[in-house]
């Protein structure tokens, strides 16, 4: 069924409008974006939902606009605004940014102070960027961000959606509920297919003894009834070494390189696909995943040459059951071992077309 208003004269008039606004490829998308804020007069919405919509898709716009000017790929950097500069990991936080600023790297921070201003004074104010929310005691960004590389947010939920949306790779610091929340969130949205597998790092400095306890209840009480898989404890890396938190972002992307559905199966793209032996292998350990038939090797679909999508790179399929992801990501540290680290890595957009379409 057709999404547009039920009146083929004011069809014709929104799509005239939209066709002389714009002239652009993704006009039906527009139009669709339209269509949905007139049913929201027609049905009536009353004048604080409306609100609530028009300023979401406000800074959900706006967001777009300011991360799309920079496509270098960007970690974002989840930590505590009351930590203080002379706490250990105010120093880790800082040491961390600058390290992967130094590779190229854009560095993302909820833009307040704290562990936010650490990450975002070790990148410097060229390589940071910041997603502020406006609290009453948090007004405005620290001031390593530049105007221009800051979105400001009423709503967290659109706040947390950008940090995920405009990120390949996560680091975690110690915080308070917020970052609680959006560590759980993140695992969360990996843990059910929700965005794309990416590095997570759980990082503090030695002795801090923050996520330790953490990690023991959810062995303890989870993992232990059965409330989640002991293979979901893969989808993230617990560490106090910087070295090894940086190296944990840069091999995830040292042979594997993206992921998309075609015709029912996963394909994963790869620098360098396994061979036979190695294919073999691979197979029976990860039979478990596997719903029916066999990892293999494979061309790109016609979907994905259709979108001109990561041609350049090798792939394998297979029908994933959807649903241990964490055993994904242990197949994607498998395959990642076939491979060495290059001098340079080829880094996948955040968020594709391919995976707003899924229709779970």
């Given at each position: 069924m057709a999404y547009d208003l039920g009146n083929e004269e004011l069809n014709e008039r929104l799509r005239s409008l939209i066709a002389d606004s714009?002239?652009?490829e993704n006009q039906e998308?527009?139009?669709e974006l339209v269509v949905t804020a007139l049913k929201l007069l027609r049905d009536g919405a009353t004048r604080g939902d409306l609100k609530l919509i028009n300023t979401a898709l406000k800074e959900?716009?706006?967001s777009n606009l300011v991360f799309s000017r920079h496509p270098e790929p960007k970690?974002?950097?989840y930590g505590s605004a009351r930590i203080k500069a002379d706490d250990p990991n105010y120093g880790l936080t800082e040491r961390f940014a600058a390290t992967m600023a130094s590779h190229g790297w854009g560095v993302i921070t909820g833009a307040g102070p704290g562990l936010m201003e650490a990450g975002s004074k070790g990148a410097g104010v060229e390589n940071s960027y910041g997603v502020n929310i406006r609290l009453p005691f948090e007004a405005t960004a620290n001031e390593y961000i530049a105007d221009g590389r800051t979105v400001n947010f009423k709503y967290f939920f659109t706040r947390k959606l950008a940090f995920v949306k405009e990120s390949q790779a996560f680091?975690?610091?110690?915080?308070g509920f917020g970052t609680l929340d959006e560590a759980f969130e993140l695992i969360t949205l990996f843990q059910t297919g929700k965005s794309d597998l990416h590095p997570i790092v759980l990082l503090e400095a030695e002795g801090t003894?923050?996520?330790a306890p953490l990690i023991g209840f959810i062995t303890d009480k989870l993992i232990t009834r059965g409330l989640i898989s002991e293979s979901d404890l893969h989808l993230f890396l617990q560490t106090t070494d910087l070295d090894a938190a940086c190296q944990e972002i840069f091999k995830?992307?040292?042979n594997?390189?993206?992921q998309r559905y075609t015709a029912g199966k996963l394909v994963l793209r790869l620098r360098q696909a396994p061979d036979d032996d190695e294919m073999a292998a691979l197979n029976e350990e990860f039979a478990d995943i596997i719903v029916d038939g066999a990892i293999e090797r494979t061309e790109p679909g016609q979907a994905e040459v259709d979108d001109d999508d990561a041609l350049d790179m090798q792939r394998i399929t297979f029908p994933f059951d959807r649903r241990q992801f964490g055993r994904l990501r242990q197949l994607i540290d498998r395959l990642n071992d076939l491979a060495s680290l290059p001098e340079t890595t080829e880094i996948p957009a955040s968020m594709s077309e391919e995976q707003a379409e899924r229709p779970w």
């Amino acid at each position: 069924m057709a999404y547009d208003l039920g009146n083929e004269e004011l069809n014709e008039r929104l799509r005239s409008l939209i066709a002389d606004s714009s002239g652009n490829e993704n006009q039906e998308l527009i139009e669709e974006l339209v269509v949905t804020a007139l049913k929201l007069l027609r049905d009536g919405a009353t004048r604080g939902d409306l609100k609530l919509i028009n300023t979401a898709l406000k800074e959900m716009r706006y967001s777009n606009l300011v991360f799309s000017r920079h496509p270098e790929p960007k970690v974002t950097i989840y930590g505590s605004a009351r930590i203080k500069a002379d706490d250990p990991n105010y120093g880790l936080t800082e040491r961390f940014a600058a390290t992967m600023a130094s590779h190229g790297w854009g560095v993302i921070t909820g833009a307040g102070p704290g562990l936010m201003e650490a990450g975002s004074k070790g990148a410097g104010v060229e390589n940071s960027y910041g997603v502020n929310i406006r609290l009453p005691f948090e007004a405005t960004a620290n001031e390593y961000i530049a105007d221009g590389r800051t979105v400001n947010f009423k709503y967290f939920f659109t706040r947390k959606l950008a940090f995920v949306k405009e990120s390949q790779a996560f680091v975690i610091m110690p915080g308070g509920f917020g970052t609680l929340d959006e560590a759980f969130e993140l695992i969360t949205l990996f843990q059910t297919g929700k965005s794309d597998l990416h590095p997570i790092v759980l990082l503090e400095a030695e002795g801090t003894d923050y996520w330790a306890p953490l990690i023991g209840f959810i062995t303890d009480k989870l993992i232990t009834r059965g409330l989640i898989s002991e293979s979901d404890l893969h989808l993230f890396l617990q560490t106090t070494d910087l070295d090894a938190a940086c190296q944990e972002i840069f091999k995830f992307y040292s042979n594997y390189h993206s992921q998309r559905y075609t015709a029912g199966k996963l394909v994963l793209r790869l620098r360098q696909a396994p061979d036979d032996d190695e294919m073999a292998a691979l197979n029976e350990e990860f039979a478990d995943i596997i719903v029916d038939g066999a990892i293999e090797r494979t061309e790109p679909g016609q979907a994905e040459v259709d979108d001109d999508d990561a041609l350049d790179m090798q792939r394998i399929t297979f029908p994933f059951d959807r649903r241990q992801f964490g055993r994904l990501r242990q197949l994607i540290d498998r395959l990642n071992d076939l491979a060495s680290l290059p001098e340079t890595t080829e880094i996948p957009a955040s968020m594709s077309e391919e995976q707003a379409e899924r229709p779970w």
